[in-house]
């Protein structure tokens, strides 16, 4: 498969190191030469010093070949007229990303679909969406919906005080529980678990399970103590903090620490006044303490600097708030953040690579993500007619090590899956597995 991404930025560049891996043809096509010669030394793929608008730059990057053409500068109308051209030059798929809501709507997706561009990203969006997510719950890590809520995945990390340590699955297994492991990460390594192996304290654990079961997970992980979210201070103001005060339950009171006090002024104009905007360093401790940090059920760090966002989560820990998120772009850092245990981590990257992802598979699958912590993605597929994932009962399947299947949706109702279910084709399954995997899962279900 022939990928050509336009731009260097954070999100092209993590897009073309990780299907540089995967074995794809990648070409990456930027202005800014110094930003190409090092991934050009250090990986697989191909470059072109040349703008992505440019229709000479485009031939040049063969996009008439392409099978995908993305376009992540940070510039959106330069990804729009990219993508534009690139449909235009032959490019089979456009993806573009955005930072307008506008175009994601239906009725306007349309319009840029019959001009070719296939899909929209809009990353600072859909991390807003995480992080409300994990804010519902300050005892999760991630939480995850799978057809609408009818499967939810949830991210928990063990503490001694959990009933479910040194114990293996198997003897688990025996009580006909109402939740599947289906991933573990232990000290920056990812397990998809078998019968044989069991949690041990500081594991991040996730479980598949129905929203009604959610209160026995909370109490075998010893999580009963932890507040519900009411207060919330938000540390930035940038364009992942204004997207997130808008999916916030209204039960929430939310505050917003930016020290540029013209963004505090746009940020007046664009949330809702329900929000409170404070003019001010958020690095400041006496600042946030003065501003009630003691008594906050949730801080989340949006700052430019992903240092700045963990150390200020940590910090906050330290004052008492059980719930923490923190942006990290870094991904080196991400493994210091969680030996830091500052708890929910946001990456853009990840988010858009999942988005990435869904569209480079030839079955019907949605809901792809990658698991920030864990080495692992989880995918949504819908079973077609004489695939092969229903020839034969769960067990009998041959899935390739290091895959799980963590439920299905059949007929609008969730279920668990054991080694006998036999998977019917209208079904929607749950897969997870560890990363570069999900091809081979694809086969499944074609």
Known sequence: MRIVIAGTGEVGTHLAKLLSRERMDIVLIDEAEENLSSLDNNFDLMTVNASPTSIRGLNDAS?????????????????????L?????????TVARIDNFEYLLPKNQEIF?????NSFI????????????????????????????????????????????????????????????VAITRENETIIPRGSDAIRNNDIVYFTTKKKYIPHIRKISGKEHYPNV?????????????????????????????????????????????????????????????????????FVALTDSSETNILASLAAKRMGVEKTVAEVENIDYIGMAESLDIGTVINKKFIAASHIHQMLLDADVSNV?????????????????????????????????GTTIGGLIRNGEGMLVTGNTQIEAG??????????????IERFFN
């Open 85 to 93: 051209l690139a449909a235009r030059l032959g490019a089979k798929k």
């Open 230 to 298: 009411r207060n919330v201070m938000i540390m930035g103001g940038g364009r992942i903090a204004s997207r997130t005060v808008e999916y916030v339950p209204d039960y929430m009171q939310v505050k917003i620490i930016e020290k540029d006090l013209e963004r505090c002024n746009r940020l007046t104009e664009i949330v809702d006044n329900r929000i409170m905007i404070i003019n001010g360093d958020g690095r400041d401790i006496d600042l946030l303490l003065e501003e009630g940090l003691r008594s906050t059920d949730a």
């Open 122 to 181: 809009y990353p600072e969006m859909l991390a807003a969406k995480e992080i409300v997510a994990s804010m519902k719950m300050s005892w999760i890590r991630q939480w995850w919906e799978f057809y609408g809520g009818e499967l939810i995945l949830i991210g928990v990390k063990m503490r001694v005080n959990a009933k479910i340590l040194n114990i293996p699955l198997y003897e688990l297994g025996l009580q006909n529980l109402p939740y599947h492991v």
């Open 427 to 440: 079904d929607h399954v749950v897969v997870f597995c560890l990363n570069m995997m999900i091809k081979k």
């Open 369 to 401: 993500k990658s698991l920030t912590f864990a080495n692992a993605e989880v995918a949504e597929f819908t079973v077609k007619e004489r695939s092969k994932i229903t020839k034969n009962p769960v067990k009998d399947l041959g899935l390739p090590v």
């Open 63 to 83: 996009v008439n070949e392409a099978d995908l053409f993305i376009a992540v500068t940070p510039y959106e109308s330069r990804n729009i007229n990219a993508a």
């Open 113 to 117: 679909q019959d001009l070719g561009i």
